[in-house]
């Protein structure tokens, strides 16, 4: 059974930066497609990045391209998002997902995805 646990979460000030982590367990990450989505109250998922399953294309959301990178270490199984010049805007529950494939393109679709985590809260104040 494939279980995706996201940490590093937590309540930061504005223009601090965070790391996420996703461990992945019961599969290898190297044959996953790995991305990451937030949801902020009231609002629909959206998707972050996505990376494929060595690492070597990586795809964004225009508005968090530059502040956000996705990365991933296949031999730990994890996936991480490194985010910076946080803003009050970005405070959301943030979400890894998964999906099986070897294609370097990138995967943008909520429903595009097999696996998902549980999510883990990012608040920023102002």
């Known amino acids: 059974q494939v279980q995706l646990v996201e940490s590093g979460g937590g309540l930061v000030q504005a223009g601090d930066s965070l790391r996420l982590s996703c461990a992945v367990s019961g599969r290898s990450i190297s044959s996953f497609a790995m991305g990451w989505f937030r949801q902020a109250p009231e609002k629909e998922r959206e998707f972050i990045a996505s990376?494929?399953?060595?690492?070597?294309?990586?795809y964004y959301t225009n508005s968090m391209k530059g502040r956000f990178t996705i990365s991933r270490d296949n031999a730990k199984n994890t996936v991480y998002l490194q985010m910076t010049s946080l803003k009050p805007e970005d405070t959301a529950v943030y979400s890894c997902?998964?999906?099986?494939?070897?294609?370097?393109?990138?995967?943008?679709?909520?429903?595009?995805?097999?696996?998902w985590g549980q999510g883990t809260q990012v608040t920023v104040s102002s």
């Open positions: 990376i494929n399953w060595s690492g070597g294309d990586t």
């Open positions: 997902a998964a999906v099986p494939s070897k294609s370097p393109r990138a995967w943008y679709g909520i429903d595009e995805y097999t696996y």
